[in-house]
T-cell receptor, first 115, second 115 residues
Framework: DAGVIQSPRHEVTEMGQEVTLRCKPISGHNSLFWYRQTMMRGLELLIYFNNNVPIDDSGMPEDRFSAKMPNASFSTLKIQPSEPRDSAVYFC?????????????FGPGTRLTVL | AQTVTQSQPEMSVQEAETVTLSCTYDTSESDYYLFWYKQPPSRQMILVIRQEAYKQQNATENRFSVNFQKAAKSFSLKISDSQLGDAAMYFCAYRSASGDDKIIFGKGTRLHILP
């Protein structure tokens, strides 16, 4: 079974550029989560989807951040324009709502560096 | 709102010894799920163990076990026979059983294993 797939694994970009992070959830999972992890703020939930519909985007820091889930097997997190303070590791996780524990399975993360 | 607190930012344990990581949480709900996730240097988030609030028996997974004290809202993780591969950041997490898919994470405890 393939786990959650994220791409790219590493991204280095310059301030002001657009950045797009991609995620493929585990097949059959119907909830998808985007997290950001930094030393200062720890693990923060940015947004989550259920059945491709955004349920809670209260963690999205600014309008520069946007996320989409056009179908059950793909999601993107876009930052436009990027800033140095967006440098972090971004995780995507998926789960199957309706199961007892509904634990989240995480992807390997994308390390983003904005110069 | 629910919160998860890990009061030990860092801990160290001698290889082969036993260590306990603390976690407390705050909630007004009676049914929920608790998790411990491990994040090794590879940064992959790995589910270690899980517990349902209605189950009185403490969960156990090989060398990992929990001490779940519902009245005290405490959920500590015990690692027996510590191994070098246990060195990681450990996150305690909470999820409501009442439909919300969100998982609330603590700030984490970094565990060092001393050879």
């Amino acid at each position: 079974d393939a786990g959650v797939i994220q791409s790219p694994r590493h991204e280095v970009t310059e301030m002001g550029q657009e950045v797009t992070l991609r995620c493929k959830p585990i097949s059959g999972h119907n909830s998808l989560f985007w997290y950001r992890q930094t030393m200062m703020r720890g693990l923060e939930l940015l947004i989550y989807f259920n059945n491709n519909v955004p349920i809670d985007d209260s963690g999205m820091p600014e309008d520069r951040f946007s996320a989409k889930m056009p179908n059950a097997s793909f999601s993107t997190l876009k930052i436009q324009p990027s800033e140095p303070r967006d440098s972090a590791v971004y995780f995507c996780a998926s789960s199957r709502m309706g199961q007892t524990y509904n634990e989240q399975f995480f992807g390997p993360g994308t390390r983003l560096t904005v110069l | 709102a629910q919160t998860v607190t890990q009061s030990q930012p860092e801990m160290s344990v001698q290889e082969a010894e036993t260590v306990t990581l603390s976690c407390t949480y705050d909630t007004s709900e009676s049914d929920y799920y608790l998790f411990w996730y491990k994040q090794p240097p590879s940064r992959q988030m790995i589910l270690v163990i899980r517990q349902e609030a209605y189950k009185q028996q403490n969960a156990t997974e090989n060398r990992f076990s929990v001490n779940f004290q519902k009245a005290a809202k405490s959920f500590s993780l015990k690692i027996s026979d510590s191994q070098l591969g246990d060195a990681a950041m450990y996150f305690c997490a909470y999820r409501s059983a009442s439909g919300d898919d969100k998982i609330i994470f603590g700030k984490g405890t970094r565990l060092h294993i001393l050879p």
